[in-house]
């Protein structure tokens, strides 16, 4: 479950990483922190560590649409 900071949260599937300062700083710059994102502690389903998470900033209906949920492909497919 993540939780905004307003107390709504829902469940989603990610990817955790382990990473030193300057690869956490280069991560903040590629998701725009603090704009388009921000970083908050998360609680995760299966442990009992919270982790870092980016949160999106924005109103939902401003986010990309991701078909199918597979961030992937879409990635690999609006790849530059």
Known sequence: MVKS???????????LY??????????????GVPHLYQRCFSALKDDNEPAETYLFTRPIGQAPRIAQSDWRKYNASHAH
Not at 5 to 15: A, C, L, V, W
Not at 18 to 31: I, N
Request: hydrophobic fraction near 30%; avoid cysteine.
């Open 5 to 15: 900071p307003s107390g709504r949260g829902s469940s989603i599937r990610g990817e």
């Open 18 to 31: 382990e990473v030193d300062d300057g690869a956490l700083a280069a991560l903040d710059r590629l998701e």
